[in-house]
C-alpha cells in the first residue's frame, strides 16, 4: 500500500510541476496584455458570488472564506472589503503581487514569511487577508477545520484529471463540519472531454474521486453569469461538507 502511495505521489509531484511552469507563463502573458482567457473582473460576479455563500451558510457573522488558486480573482478583496476574514493560495508569484495590490495602501501594510516547501505566506495589517504563494496540495495544518466557506471559481475544471482527488480532499480538510463550497465550472457545448477547462457537472463534481467522499450537493445555480466564450457557459454549484464526511485513500498524499 505504501508503495503505491509513493508512486502517486511522484506522479502527481511531476504534474504539480509542469502545471507551476504552464500557469506561471499563462500569467505572465495575461499580465503583458495577452488574452484575458478565464478572468472574470466584473463586481457584480463577485458580488451576486457572495449573496450565494451567505444565503447557504448556517455560520453567523464575519464568515472565514478560503479561495484555492485564486489568481488575482477580486472576489478576495471585495470579501475582504464586506467584513469577512479571507486566505487565497496560489502558485503565481506575480498573481499573489497584483491581488495584494488591490487591497490598496502599500507593501507595508503586508508581512512576509517563508515556510516550507517553497511557500511564502502574506498577512494583511487588518488581520482578516492571508495570501498563500505556494502549492495548493502541500499539506498545511493550520488551516484544517478553520474555514465556513470555499470559494472556487474554475480551480477544478482546469486541474488535470489526476489532480481532482487531492485537491478536493485537501479543501475538506480545510472545512469546519457544515462549510459551503461556492463552485462556479464550465459547461461547454463540444469538445467536452478536453481541457482545461474541463467540461464539469454535477455529476464530475460528486464522484466519489472529487468531492464525492466528504461534500453534498445543494443546489445547481444554472448560468451565474454570461461568458465571451463562444460555446461555453458560466455554471455555479452549491455543495456542503458532511460533518460524517471522510476523505478518501488518498488523504496522505
Known amino acids: 500500500m505504501q508503495t503505491v502511495l509513493n508512486t502517486v505521489s511522484l506522479i502527481l509531484l511531476f504534474a504539480q510541476s509542469i502545471s507551476a511552469m504552464t500557469w506561471t507563463k499563462t500569467w505572465?502573458?495575461?499580465?503583458?496584455?495577452?488574452?484575458?482567457?478565464?478572468k472574470v473582473d466584473?463586481?457584480?460576479?463577485?458580488q451576486k458570488a457572495l449573496r450565494h455563500i451567505l444565503g447557504y451558510t448556517q455560520s453567523q457573522g464575519p464568515l472565514k472564506i478560503i479561495c484555492p488558486l485564486a489568481g488575482?480573482?477580486?472576489?478576495?478583496q471585495y470579501a475582504w472589503s464586506q467584513g469577512h476574514d479571507v486566505t487565497a493560495i496560489d502558485l503565481v508569484p506575480a498573481?499573489?503581487?497584483?491581488?495584494?495590490?488591490?487591497f490598496g495602501g502599500s507593501e507595508l501594510d503586508w508581512t512576509k514569511h517563508e515556510k516550507e516547501s517553497s511557500t511564502v505566506?502574506?498577512?494583511?495589517?487588518?488581520?482578516?487577508?492571508?495570501l498563500y504563494e505556494g502549492d495548493m496540495l502541500a499539506k498545511r495544518p493550520e488551516l484544517n477545520n478553520e474555514f465556513d466557506a470555499v470559494y472556487d471559481k474554475d480551480s477544478f475544471g482546469a486541474l488535470d484529471l489526476k489532480m481532482r482527488q487531492p485537491f478536493c480532499n485537501r479543501l475538506s480538510e480545510y472545512c469546519k463540519g457544515d462549510a459551503i463550497?461556492?463552485?462556479e465550472v464550465k459547461n461547454k457545448e463540444s469538445g467536452r472531454e478536453f481541457g482545461p477547462p474541463y467540461h464539469v457537472e454535477k455529476v464530475k463534481l460528486m464522484e466519489l474521486?472529487?468531492?464525492g467522499t466528504v461534500f453534498t450537493h445543494l443546489h445547481s445555480l444554472g448560468e451565474v453569469y454570461p461568458l465571451q466564450m463562444p460555446g461555453m457557459s458560466q455554471t455555479g454549484h452549491i455543495l456542503q461538507r458532511r460533518i460524517d464526511g471522510e476523505c478518501s485513500s488518498s488523504r496522505d498524499i
Do not use: C
Open 28 to 38: 505572465e502573458n495575461i499580465l503583458q496584455g495577452g488574452p484575458s482567457r478565464w
Open 121 to 130: 505566506v502574506w498577512k494583511h495589517a487588518s488581520g482578516r487577508a492571508t
Open 181 to 183: 463550497v461556492y463552485i
Open 209 to 211: 474521486e472529487s468531492f
Open 72 to 76: 488575482d480573482d477580486p472576489f478576495v
Open 42 to 46: 466584473n463586481l457584480e460576479a463577485k
Open 95 to 102: 498573481a499573489v503581487k497584483v491581488m495584494r495590490e488591490q
